[in-house]
Nanobody, 127 residues
Framework: QVQVVESGGGLVPAGGSLRLSCATSGRTSSRYAMGWFRQGPGKERDFVAAISWSGLSTYYADSVKGRFTVSGDNAKNTVYLQMNSLKPEDTAVYYC????????????????????WGQGTQVTVSS
């Protein structure tokens, strides 16, 4: 079993920045890709970004490309999401997830491919 805990959310004005962290523990040897998803009020949980286990490949939703950066520190079993130029429409609960099996390509964008989820952290961007 892998435990996933997000942190770093908060309230920020439009144009500001936040960095979310996602720490994993437990059987981290069973963890492969890491993904970030978000769920706004009354909306579905959507893909934001992901990073492969090797860290060599990253994936982004079109809506955040160029503004958000996902990175990882395997030694710390932690993944980060640096969010810049934040917009009010980025307001959501952000969830971190870990896959228990290797993912390839577009699979990184599919939430059903992830086995372990955190509780989420609220990000609110004021206009």
């Amino acid at each position: 079993q892998v435990q996933v805990v997000e942190s770093g959310g908060g309230l920020v004005p439009a144009g500001g920045s936040l960095r979310l962290s996602c720490a994993t523990s437990g059987r981290t040897s069973s963890r492969y890709a890491m993904g970030w998803f978000r769920q706004g009020p009354g909306k579905e949980r959507d893909f934001v970004a992901a990073i492969s286990w090797s860290g060599l490949s990253t994936y982004y939703a079109d809506s955040v490309k160029g503004r958000f950066t996902v990175s990882g520190d395997n030694a710390k079993n932690t993944v980060y999401l640096q969010m810049n130029s934040l917009k009010p429409e980025d307001t959501a609960v952000y969830y971190c997830a870990a896959s228990g099996t290797p993912l390839t390509g577009l699979s990184h964008r599919i939430k059903s491919e992830y086995d372990y989820w955190g509780q989420g952290t609220q990000v609110t961007v004021s206009s």
